[in-house]
């Protein structure tokens, strides 16, 4: 019984890093969004390590988006705006390496309603 929970706690903890990872690989690379696996991370983390979990929470760059979508259902305006310039720049790729229409106008759709998501939340309140 035991060495079941360890296992489980093992697969979420890589969960956790592999979400960590592509997080931190979505900081500087525009088109991967880093917040929601920030939050899968924490999640994940939450259910395998304390440790891991706590240094999550409480480090000071990775741990103010996921604090502010935990108690306010909030994203940034930064965020916000990263992710439709992100989105604007799926959809110019997809145009300039000819992807068929139908798929573009299923982007668009896709991501339509991804814009009406992000902007309907709230912005974290002013500290």
């Known amino acids: 019984m035991k060495s079941k929970r360890h296992f489980r706690r093992s697969l979420w903890a890589l969960a956790g890093g592999i979400a ?45 988006p996921i604090k502010d979508w935990q108690r306010h259902g909030a994203i940034s305006y930064k965020a916000k705006f990263m992710a439709a310039i992100s989105m604007g720049a799926a959809l110019l790729i997809s145009y300039l390496l000819n992807v068929p229409l139908y798929i573009i106008l299923i982007q668009v759709l896709v991501l339509i309603c991804v814009c009406v998501f992000l902007f309907s939340r709230p912005s974290p309140p002013k500290n």
């Open 20 to 64: 960590l990872l592509l997080g931190l690989i979505g900081i500087p690379l525009p088109l991967l969004p880093t917040t929601p696996f920030l939050l899968l991370a924490a999640f994940c983390f939450s259910q395998s390590s304390e440790k891991l979990h706590n240094w999550l929470m409480t480090h000071p760059k990775l741990s103010p």
